[in-house]
């Protein structure tokens, strides 16, 4: 699993199995999951960013903007690994 930071265990079992229905190719429950984390935890980074590429995915175009904005505010609390 990618490295999450939240404070919130619930906004991250949401983003998890969001990570889980969207690489089994169900982008709107995907989505959902992803919409539901960051409503939980509105600087969980990852979430917003992973909401933001669902929403782009399904042509969202409003909702992709407003979550990949806030996904870049955000970069500062994510996690980096070096290789």
């Not at 999450?4 to 949401?14: E, G, I, P, V, Y």
């Not at 995907?30 to 600087?43: G, T």
């Not at 409003?62 to 806030?70: L, N």
């Amino acid at each position: 699993m990618e490295e999450a930071t939240t404070a919130s265990l619930d906004a991250l079992k949401a983003y998890t199995l969001g990570v889980e229905r969207s690489r089994h190719g169900d982008y709107a429950t995907a989505a959902s999951l992803f919409q539901r984390a960051v409503q939980i935890d509105p600087d969980f980074a990852l979430a917003q960013q992973a909401l933001a590429r669902e929403e782009l995915n399904s042509s969202s175009s409003d909702r992709v903007v407003t979550a990949a904005t806030r996904a870049f505010e955000l970069r500062g609390r994510t996690t980096t690994r070096e290789q």
